[in-house]
């Protein structure tokens, strides 16, 4: 299993790295929209929960610490979505295909921030 | 015992054990955010337990701000600091006044944490002091 020292160096080194790491998880959340939607189709009744759901947490929370680390008046918004969002999923648990999706490109968004 | 022998362990300085502190602290939000809840974990963790993680941290980053005295820094990051200060003190109080914070609240606070912190943390490598005035023990 890799080593969770993500935050302990992210932190301490630089917002390149955080950006780096968040872009890979990105790309994993990518990849499961793609499995789902070549197996599913564009179904919205298909839910998202699990490991899916983990990758998106975690990659809002890795988003989360990269626009606290940008520090930038631009932000402000996606700071406010990403917060809603990780609160609605703690709510609901689960995630609707196009809700997962929404998230995605929330997250591609930030990237280019 | 070998007399040879020579320790080559270093005592890591204080201000690397606040970061490694703080590090692990930071951790455990982190872990507490994306795993609970998931895979059919019916209870909810509840804000107390965020709540007191998030004290930790600001603990832990007040104290790695106070362990960059001694440090050279420009006027700009002397300033930077006491900024930080100040708002990591106000956050540190809001948690333990305000019984009422939410979980959107609480994620405000992680994120304004962080932010305080990384103005300083990305200030780069500190340089010594140079010692200066009068150290005489009389």
């Known amino acids: 299993m890799e080593r969770k020292t993500l935050y302990v160096d992210y932190l301490f080194s630089s917002k390149e790295k955080l950006k780096e790491n968040l872009n890979k998880k990105v790309n994993q959340i990518k990849d499961t929209l793609k499995n789902v939607e070549r197996k599913y189709g564009n179904d919205n009744k298909i839910i998202v929960k699990n490991s899916a759901m983990i990758d998106l947490k975690e990659s809002l929370v890795l988003a989360l610490s990269y626009i606290a680390m940008l520090n930038s008046d631009k932000v402000k918004e996606y700071k406010d979505e990403v917060i809603q969002k990780l609160a609605y999923i703690k709510e609901n648990r689960i995630l609707t295909l196009d809700q997962y999706r929404d998230a995605y490109w929330l997250l591609k968004q930030i990237l280019e921030l | ?138």
């Open chain 2, 1 to 138: 015992m070998d007399e040879n022998f020579q320790y080559t362990y270093q005592i890591p300085d204080l201000k690397t054990r606040f970061q490694i502190g703080f590090g692990n602290i930071i951790e455990q939000i982190v872990n507490l955010l994306t795993y609970s809840e998931m895979y059919g974990d019916t209870e909810t963790f509840d804000n107390e337990e965020l709540k007191y993680k998030l004290r930790a941290a600001i603990a832990y980053a007040l104290a790695l701000l106070g362990s960059t005295w001694g440090y050279a820094m420009s006027v700009q990051v002397q300033a930077d600091v006491e900024t930080a200060k100040e708002s990591l003190k106000a956050l540190f109080s809001r948690i333990i006044k305000d019984s009422e914070l939410s979980y959107l609240d609480l994620l405000d606070i992680y994120y304004q944490l962080i932010q305080k912190v990384s103005i300083i943390l990305n200030y780069g490598t500190p340089i010594p002091r140079p010692r200066t005035g009068n150290y005489e023990i009389t």
